[in-house]
């Protein structure tokens, strides 16, 4: 496996499931990244890591909870979520600084929540 | 209000023509980038420019940096279908601290 992989990459669910989602990065970087991408709206970002530890938590409710054991894997786990959640998650991991400007993005899960 | 504003939201063109999408901000950013994104898949990084009146070529795809470093340029030449697409710009600010992202340019590139 090369670059930045996300699994599931569609995943349906009702309001009381709990599901996760995993993002793998097989490029040796130190920051990953969850973004929510809804139709014709800019990427948001929801949560970064940094060698493993939280620097930002966007926001996002609660209902969202990430998880990053080791600086190669970031988790979303999900649970009673809202049909406005529906949307595409993407996961991107950048070499050092977490800001850094260089974003290498997985293909992204495709959620819908009915 | 959006930070970062791209322009057109959607663009359709013929095989063969010449394109342009822009992005603009009231803000100045410190480093600006392009991605494509496909159907199905995550956005893939074209570019980044740094320096205010940058112009960098990747094959037919011209990118320009404003000179004030607010607003940003992608130029494509004879287009393909293979350039269909979703194009993002991303830019850091010191305004705002951190990556922030437009809504996109859908190109669509018919034969």
């Known amino acids: 496996e090369t670059g930045v992989t996300q699994t599931p990459r569609h995943l349906v669910m009702g309001m009381t499931n709990k599901k996760s989602l995993k993002c793998e990065q097989h490029l040796g970087h130190n920051a990953m990244y969850w973004y929510k991408q809804s139709a014709k709206k800019p990427l948001e970002l929801m949560f970064v890591y940094s060698l493993e530890e939280r620097v930002e938590n966007n926001s996002v409710p609660s209902r969202f909870s990430p998880e990053c054991p080791n600086s190669s894997h970031l988790f979303l786990h999900l649970h009673t979520l809202q049909p406005e959640d529906s949307a595409l998650y993407l996961c991107a991991s950048s070499p050092d600084s977490p800001w850094s400007y260089e974003q290498y993005f997985g293909p992204g899960t495709r959620l819908t929540v009915t | 209000t959006q930070l970062l504003e791209q322009s057109p939201q959607f663009l359709s063109i013929q095989e063969g023509e010449n394109l342009t999408v822009y992005c603009n901000s009231s803000s100045v950013f410190s480093s600006l980038q392009w991605y494509r994104q496909e159907p199905g898949e995550g956005p893939v990084l074209l570019v980044t420019?740094?320096?205010?009146?940058e112009v960098k070529k990747l094959k037919r795809l011209t990118f320009q940096f404003g000179d004030a470093r607010k607003d940003s340029s992608l130029h494509i030449t004879a287009a393909q279908p293979g350039d269909t697409g979703l194009y993002l710009c991303a830019g850091e600010s010191d305004s705002w601290g951190k990556l922030q992202f437009g809504a996109g340019t859908q190109v669509v590139v018919t034969p």
């Open positions: 420019v740094v320096t205010g009146g």
